[in-house]
């Protein structure tokens, strides 16, 4: 890990592991705050000024991704190493967050640059649904 802080320009204080270890252990992407609570149950403090200014320089350095889910906050995840990448959805009712590893197609990305014009460096996408949890709530609430 240090060496990836190094790669990134970035030091390696015990502050800076303790929130990207926290981040990279969570099957699920973490708030700010679930990140906050992970470090002050390890025995780490640190302020919500610089917590959040953590994230942004580890999203800046692309050690981190940060899925924005609307009126829940944003969320934070590791970012996947190598080419390989995923895709998000997100509950619209409960805002859960299920990683999708389907992807563009070459073909897709190629159409979508002589469209517009533009050289495509990179993407994220994120769908949006009903979780099946959510579904079956609604469905229950039409049949009382």
Do not use: W
């Not at 030091?11 to 990140?35: F, G, H, N, Q």
């Not at 470090?39 to 640190?46: N, Q």
């Not at 895709?87 to 002589?114: F, N």
């Not at 994220?124 to 649904?129: D, R, T």
Request: glycine share 6%; with cysteine.
């Amino acid at each position: 890990m240090v060496s990836e802080f190094k790669a990134a320009g970035l030091s390696s204080t015990r502050v800076r592991i303790a929130i990207l270890s926290a981040i990279r252990a969570s099957r699920t992407p973490l708030s700010a705050e679930a990140v906050g609570e992970e470090l002050t149950r390890s025995g780490c403090t640190i302020g919500r000024a610089s917590l959040f200014r953590n994230l942004d320089l580890f999203r800046s350095a692309g050690l981190i991704e940060r899925i924005e889910t609307g009126n829940r906050g944003n969320q934070y995840l590791a970012k996947c190493s190598g080419n390989h990448h995923h895709h998000h959805i997100l509950c619209e009712k409960c805002r859960s967050i299920e990683p999708v590893d389907i992807c563009l197609s070459t073909a897709m990305l190629k159409t979508i640059e002589q469209s517009t014009d533009y050289r495509v460096t990179g993407h994220s996408l994120m769908l949006y649904g009903l979780c099946r949890k959510c579904r079956k709530r609604k469905q229950s609430r039409r049949t009382d």
